[in-house]
Every structure is written in structure tokens, then in C-alpha cells.
Nanobody, 120 residues
């Protein structure tokens, strides 16, 4: 069974920075696309950014120029560097990954989420 574990969330003042990590563990042949999503109170989950195994990235308009997604394929770990944080970035942040299992089938997992609160 593949697990994704997020870390790095917390409380930060407006204008501050945080770095989220998402580590995948378990029997994985390879991971294709990984992504960060967020869900604020009373809102639907939305894509923040995603990254392919080759390093191609995609960002939501609301975070372009402030957030940077990256990954370490050897460590099966993905990161989200968040700068110039705003109160509206307050959400639970989730990572997800699409991966290939040892026998060749594909599957998909979500992490448990990490809270990011931007407030003075």
C-alpha cells in the first residue's frame, strides 16, 4: 500500500513563507504526476500546482509567481515553496500522486492534509 505524508504546515504572518513536503512510501515502480491541492472552509478542493516526472509544472493563477513546486524523484518526495503568503491562502493542503505499482498497474493516492494558516 502506498502512503503520502505531508509536512511543513503551520501558522505564518501575511508576507511570510512556508515549505510543504510530501513523501511517498510503499511499493512503487514509478510516480508520474504529483500535485498539491487545497481546500478552505466551505470551499471545494482546488488545484494549486502539479508537476510531472519530467519536471513540467502547472500553477493556479492565484499562486503564480509566489509558489514553486518541485520534486526529488529518487526520494519520491515533492515540495511546495510558498512565499508572499496571503490570508486567502489559508487552507488544508493535500498532496496527491499517480503511480505505477510493481506489477504494472496504475493507482492514485491522497495524503492526509496539512493545515496552513496565514494570519497576523
Amino acid at each position: 500500500q502506498v502512503q503520502l505524508v505531508e509536512s511543513g504546515g503551520g501558522l505564518v504572518q501575511p508576507g511570510g513563507s512556508l515549505r510543504l513536503s510530501c513523501a511517498a512510501s510503499g511499493s512503487i515502480r514509478s510516480i508520474s504526476t504529483m500535485g498539491w491541492y487545497r481546500q478552505g472552509p466551505g470551499k471545494e478542493r482546488e488545484l494549486v500546482a502539479d508537476i510531472t516526472s519530467g519536471g513540467s509544472t502547472n500553477y493556479a493563477d492565484s499562486v503564480k509567481g509566489r509558489f514553486t513546486i518541485s520534486r526529488d524523484n529518487r526520494a519520491n518526495t515533492m515540495y511546495l515553496q510558498m512565499n508572499s503568503l496571503k490570508p486567502e491562502d489559508t487552507s488544508v493542503y493535500y498532496c496527491d500522486a499517480e503511480y505505477v505499482l510493481p506489477l504494472g498497474s496504475t493507482s492514485y493516492s491522497w495524503g492526509q492534509g496539512t493545515q496552513v494558516t496565514v494570519s497576523s
